[in-house]
């Protein structure tokens, strides 16, 4: 909403008037948009650039993840990215953030909102930090590095394109945009 525009106005809508339809409240016209739940993560690597991931304890449909999760209301993305961080492996990473990927996925499979999360390069870690890495058994019950194409036999198809794609964002340096991994496409 822009600030000339009154609050109960829905963006594009005509004003009452002859012929006009009835004026739509700010809460009707909020039923009416996309629902979604949002997350935020970090790809780490060790010194020779292979990804970090963590293995689930609770979704045996995506066994290996990157580390974070899902928002907390009044998160911002880089904050929920730093807070599961340090939740998950006892890690706390330091800005500035980069983001390497944007990724989006529909709804499905008895999900019934959109997903959309964003991962941030949380940098290389050495040998001793990888050892260091505590997991919440919880979540986690390891933290893993592998060769990239060593990954694609452990995960979902949807979950390794994400992962090439953020591989490829970190050594190119440009951002990519993910907007097929939606849910019940396992």
Not at 47 to 60: G, I, K, M, N, T
């Amino acid at each position: 909403m822009t600030p000339r525009e009154s609050p109960t106005t829905v963006p594009g809508e005509r004003p009452n008037g002859a012929g006009a339809e009835p004026r739509m409240s700010l809460d009707q016209y909020a039923e009416t948009v996309l629902k979604a739940t949002a997350w935020a993560c970090l790809y780490f690597t060790d010194e020779a650039d292979r990804p970090l991931q963590l293995h689930s304890v609770y979704s045996p449909a995506h066994p290996w993840q990157l580390v974070g999760g899902t928002m907390d209301p009044g998160e911002r993305p880089w904050q929920t990215a730093v807070r599961e961080c340090r939740e998950e492996t006892g890690i706390t990473p330091h800005g500035p953030p980069r983001l390497l990927a944007m990724v989006y996925g529909l709804p499905g499979g008895g999900w019934p909102y959109s997903t959309i999360g964003c991962v941030f390069d949380g940098g290389r870690l050495t040998a001793a930090q990888i050892r260091d890495i505590t997991v919440d058994p919880r979540e986690h019950d390891e933290a893993r590095v592998l060769p990239l194409a060593e990954w694609e036999a452990l995960m979902p198809p949807r979950d390794f394109t994400r992962l090439s794609a953020v591989e490829k964002a970190r050594r190119t340096g440009e951002a990519a945009y993910v907007d097929r991994w939606d849910w019940g496409n396992e």
